[in-house]
């Protein structure tokens, strides 16, 4: 008996010895992975944290206008110290309230909930801490498997080895998902409550600390009910773990938190502007779309926040009753080329096609300034006379014939002068200089002023019948309303990458190129001022009368019409504006449901963007010198001339005989008389191929 309980005790001792022995070598085989693993973590270094960081787009007055969004994914990185001090102790109180006393993963934690799982029969608590967390949002996808887990707590291991605790806290939630595309507490700030993640109140901040534990189920905007318990459950474990009171508590549990309505949420600015933006980056800039979407950019832009609400509201409020019809506006700055506004259309969500940059449409009576400059460097004036009449021109050795119409078939049967014939846009008075200098001289200036649409040596072009884009027509305006000095549209002034370094800056001394001259540009742009000069009116009243009582300042400019577009460009010293409206499919314009909404988006618009500027002229230049002379002869104007016009001339070049018709020596003549005496009304058969000519327009 007394062997056999020995015997029992031996092999108990044996059984004991095994154990410790075993546990000794687990223990020994721990610690050894252990320091493996430690060391491992340590030899990698630092876990490279390539966050994807949405790109910022600022305008000229560095106020965000814009973000990227990709693939649905909204993320602004913010600082720890710019996240409010509720948000980041609620944040710790509900997720890892040891979180500044361990070493990546919680021990006390993980048995602690080990032990609640086996009591239960399933998953009720999780044991992931905050370092755990980012590991995964970083690092790892969110399927649940023991590889993922492992790999997740060895990314913890060496983040806690690399990366200060506040570090970890800040990337932790800068990634955490808030539900509703938005990413980090920045987002998730501005997307519940539009404001600042700095600027949480308590309330809101434990309702924020609560999401993040399920999404979509804990979403105040997909159940403020479920979000309300949850917020009930932070703010509890806030006054247990001492961040705050009960008072404090209860006081947060009972305020009315009020959401941002999704019909009030901040709508994406200027968007087609944006889109030129983005391909600015990348075939000037040099940058990938992944970049530029992810990157973390801060863009800088021309764009004028101010300017462009007023062109999208100038367009709706103008166009309201007529949803078919389209629109498109640019506004630059002359002097530079800045673009201040772009509207590519009256809808993005509807249709991204951006019609002003990419459409070309025909400019109509918008390309007579280019014409009319071609002339004045081929010796016409302002005063230079041509018969306004119905006429059929014949090319081709007579195979071919022509017969332009002015608006409406009104004709003055008479002499008009170039100053008059630009502000009612007469047709024939156009056709007729265009064949009188050349065909040659009208495509040399539109290439000078940045048209490089080619353009076909054909009479109708002188009524704007090629297609051409609105930024080439912008442009080339904007060359007029800079004394000849050509500049290039640009978006983008400077841009930065997420740390702040710069990686482009636009040169500040690229210089507008000198390309038509000084002198006749400022001729050139006066007389564009004589389409809001009732005095200009003959048989016909100036294009711009019917918006003239809106302008309270000089303007000059052009509109044109065709049966499928409606225009108006024109520019102060400080602006220069183009607008167009009309259909994508070339369906013909109504004309009376469809005209006029063109100039007046213009002048409403113009005198809304210009409001805070100084009013100014243009100055004449050294070489011009001005003569207030009769529209009708284009002579020195007398007392006795009941309407008159001031225009500029080359000095040497200004009239000097005084008005016939109003003069000392007046004297009666018939019109035979009159078209006898103008010598160089003698028109020039060119040697040119004609084709279909549409009809012309004014």
Known sequence: MGSRVARMRNRKRKRRSFFFRSLAYAVFIAGIAGIAILGLAKLLGPPPLHVPINSTFYDDNEVVIAKTNQAGINREWVPLEDISDELIKATIAIEDKRFYHHHGFDI??????????????????????????????????????????????????????????????????????????????????????????KHLTLSEASMLAGIPKGPTYYSPENSFEKAKQRQELVLEAMANTGYITKSEQ???????????????????????????????????????????????????????????????????????????????????????????????????????????????????????????????????????????????FTFNDGKETYSP??????????????????????????????????????????????????????????????????????????????????????????????????IYERKQDQKAKQVLDEDLAFIMTHLMKGMFDRNLNGYTTVTGSSIQSILTRPMAGKSGTTETDSWMIGFTPQLVT????????????????????????????????????????????????????????????????????????IKGTEPTDVCPLHGENKHEQSPQENKEKKWWEILLKPFVETSTIKMPER
């Open 108 to 197: 006390k934690r993980i048995v602690a909930s080990a032990i609640k799982n086996i009591k239960a029969g399933a998953k009720v608590e999780g044991a992931s801490t905050i370092t755990m967390q980012y590991a995964r949002n970083v690092f790892l996808s969110h399927e649940k498997t023991w590889t993922r887990k492992l790999k997740e707590t060895f990314y913890a291991i060496r983040l806690e080895l690399h990366y200060s605790k506040d570090e970890i806290l800040e990337g932790y939630l800068n990634t955490i998902y808030y539900g509703h595309g938005a990413y980090g507490v920045e987002e998730a700030a501005n997307y519940y409550f539009q404001k600042s993640a």
């Open 250 to 392: 209860a006081k947060a549990k009972s305020e009315n938190l009020t959401l941002v309505r999704k019909e009030n949420r901040k709508k994406k600015e200027a968007p087609y502007f944006l889109d030129v933006v983005e391909e600015a980056l990348i075939e000037e800039v040099g940058l990938s779309k992944e970049t530029i979407e992810a990157g973390g950019l801060n863009v800088y832009t021309t764009l004028n926040a101010s300017m462009q609400k007023k062109a999208e509201a100038w367009i709706e409020k103008t166009m309201k009753n007529n949803d078919e019809l389209q629109a498109a506006l640019i506004s630059l700055d002359p002097k530079t080329g800045a673009i201040k506004a772009l509207v590519g259309g009256r809808n993005y969500e509807k249709s991204s096609f951006n019609r002003a940059t990419k459409a070309k449409r025909a400019p109509g009576s918008t390309i007579k300034p280019l014409l009319y400059y071609a002339a004045l460097e081929n010796g016409f004036t302002p005063s230079t006379p041509l018969l306004s009449e119905k006429t059929t």
């Open 405 to 502: 119409n002015n608006y409406g078939n009104r004709y003055a049967n008479d002499f008009i002068t170039l100053a008059q014939a630009l502000a009612v846009s007469d047709n024939t008075y156009a056709v007729k200089t265009h064949i009188l200098i050349g065909f040659d001289k009208l495509i040399d200036v539109a290439k000078k002023v940045g048209i490089t649409t080619k353009l076909p040596k054909y009479p109708s072009l002188a009524l704007g019948t090629e297609p051409v884009s609105m930024l080439e027509l912008t442009q080339a305006y904007a060359t007029f309303a800079n004394y000849g000095k050509k500049v290039e549209p640009y978006v983008i002034e400077k841009v930065t990458d997420a740390n702040g370094k710069i």
């Open 578 to 649: 183009a607008v167009w409206t009309g259909y994508d499919k070339g369906k013909t314009l109504h004309p009376i449901n469809d005209t006029g909404y063109a100039k007046r988006i213009w002048a409403h618009y113009m005198e809304d963007a210009l409001q805070s500027m100084p009013v100014v002229d243009f100055e004449p230049t050294s070489r011009t010198v001005g003569v207030k002379i009769d529209p009708l002869t284009g002579q020195k104007a007398t007392e006795k001339c009941k309407q008159t016009f001031y225009a500029y001339y």
